[in-house]
């Protein structure tokens, strides 16, 4: 573009001393056309700008959660399994788990965003809005923290809490997730569930859009 301008400028000047009184309108002319050719370049640069903006590609591991999926777990020595509800213990550290297509029994552990906790507390502590996507005390959460993105992986038992690990972000299960100490922005979003077969199964997406800030 400064070879270009330059070029341009060098020709206004060779003419100016050529044709004197054509000064003024040869000028106003060439310099009307370098705006166009800058116009032009930034015009096609945010053309060129939006078509590098990566387009998510789907696969069946990381297709969204969608109402059905079974939740399995995450890790240990019984990941891809379903959770069975009757192994769920009263205010014990929340499981990490992964929606699984009921249909092709795919697990969808490729986006982070599908990651969901599962904890069981007192029926009783429940608000009546959480309650109303719990079963028997049981509540389901997204499990990206809303700061920066953390996996929300410990439990606070005095408080009865989940905690995340990098910034210790509190978030209380019997409250929607709301926030109750620590940075993060917003409450993570419910997963609202029922139990079928001993298995615990989502009722339909979160109740807001899983992930940071979203
Ligand atoms: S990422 Fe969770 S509190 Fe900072």
């Not at 009184?21 to 939006?50: D, E, F, K, P």
């Not at 205010?91 to 986006?111: C, E, F, R, W």
């Amino acid at each position: 573009m400064a070879d270009y301008e330059a070029q341009i400028e060098h020709n206004i000047l060779e003419h100016e001393e050529e044709e004197p009184s054509a000064n003024t309108t040869r000028r106003a002319v060439l310099q009307a056309a370098i705006g166009v050719g800058v116009a032009g370049t930034v015009l096609s640069t945010l053309y060129v700008g939006a078509g590098l903006v990566p387009k998510k590609v789907f696969t069946p591991e990381n297709e969204p959660l969608a109402a059905g999926d079974i939740l399995v777990y995450a890790q240990g020595p019984n990941q891809n399994k379903p959770i069975n509800p009757a192994d769920l213990k009263v205010d014990v550290l929340q499981i990490i788990a992964y929606p699984m297509n009921p249909k092709t029994n795919v697990v969808k552990g490729s986006d982070p965003n599908n990651t969901v906790l599962i904890v069981k507390i007192q029926p009783s502590r429940l608000t009546p809005a959480t309650a109303k996507g719990a079963v028997d005390g049981i509540v389901a959460y997204s499990g990206v923290c809303k700061h920066l993105g953390c996996i929300v992986s410990n439990w606070d038992p005095n408080l009865e809490q989940f905690v995340c690990p990098c910034h210790q972000g509190h978030y209380d299960p019997a409250n929607s997730g709301k926030v109750m100490s620590g940075p993060p922005p917003k409450p993570i979003p419910q997963l609202p569930i029922k139990i079928e077969n001993n298995q615990i199964i989502a009722m339909a997406f979160f109740l807001a859009p899983p992930g940071v800030n979203a």
